[in-house]
């Protein structure tokens, strides 16, 4: 039997909501205090609120409810984006609006199909797109005598032919985003065997400052012009660009 709570009777009286939570009992002379559970309405005198671990447990409202407020609150602060690269559907904060790709993965590989769209582009700018009989003293035709123009071996089968070779490489001009004018002009090639062009692989035979004096050079010999400006920046986007690119 629990000691009755000093003034019980009092405290019922005088506030509307605790008789939701405690009772009094006379049984005789004794005055008994017992509580009512809030969660399923039983009767307890045991300390805090609940009358068990399973109501005190069970206290909060549905958890579907619940996570559906939750869900319904945090959709009003996110965007639904489409990936460009693998096309799903993604969600992310407003605050990240400019944000393109759902993973980093699908960003780094869009961004090698880019660079690599980039570079064949490049390349298909910077081939020589002159007539080697328009410049007869400028380079040595008794290679072509003396081994042919090169052929692969399903087109005619000449190895060890000569072809045209760009004496600042054209890997190096993409990597340094040099205009594609400079590359594919007539004063970056030569003439040598195949097999030591391919030897070569990407180096440069001549620095870009080289190259840069023989345009230059070249320019006023046959065309009565220099070097205009400094095109040497432009960006691989812009490929094609130059005035005299276009003589």
């Known amino acids: 039997m629990v000691e009755p709570f000093p003034d019980t009777k009092a405290i019922v009286g005088s506030s509307p909501t605790l008789p939701n939570l405690w009772a009094v009992s006379d049984i005789g002379s004794t005055i008994m205090n017992y509580k009512i559970c809030p969660r399923c309405n039983n009767k307890h005198n045991k300390p805090g609120v609940f009358c068990c671990r399973s109501c005190a447990n069970a206290r909060t409202k549905n958890r579907k409810e ?11 602060g996110y965007l639904e984006k489409k990936c460009p690269y693998c096309n799903n559907i ?10 393109k790709y759902c993973n980093r993965q699908c960003y780094y590989l869009s ?10 582009q490049y390349r298909k700018e910077c081939r020589f797109k002159f007539n080697l009989s328009d410049y007869p003293n400028e380079f040595d035709f008794s290679l072509i005598e003396k081994y042919g123009w090169y052929k692969a071996s399903n087109h005619g089968n000449n190895l060890n032919g000569v ?3 760009h004496m600042y490489s054209v890997n190096q001009g993409c990597k340094t985003k040099i205009d594609p004018y400079y590359i594919s002009h ?9 097999s030591d062009n391919v030897r070569k692989k990407n180096r440069c035979s001549i620095n870009f400052n080289e190259l840069k004096e023989r345009i230059n050079k ?30």
């Not at 619940?66 to 009003?76: H, M």
């Not at 961004?111 to 064949?120: A, L, Q």
């Not at 007539?186 to 195949?194: D, F, G, I, Q, S």
């Open 66 to 76: 619940i996570n559906k407020k939750i869900s319904d609150k945090l959709s009003q």
């Open 90 to 99: 993604f969600t992310v904060r407003k605050s990240q609006s400019d944000k």
């Open 111 to 120: 961004r090698k199909v880019i660079n690599k769209d980039k570079i064949i």
């Open 163 to 165: 072809s045209r070779d």
């Open 186 to 194: 007539p004063a970056n090639c030569r003439l040598m065997k195949h």
């Open 218 to 247: 070249w320019n006023q010999k046959y065309w009565g012009i220099g070097v205009i400006g400094n095109i040497s920046t432009l960006q691989v986007e812009v490929i094609g660009s130059s005035p005299i690119s276009s003589m």
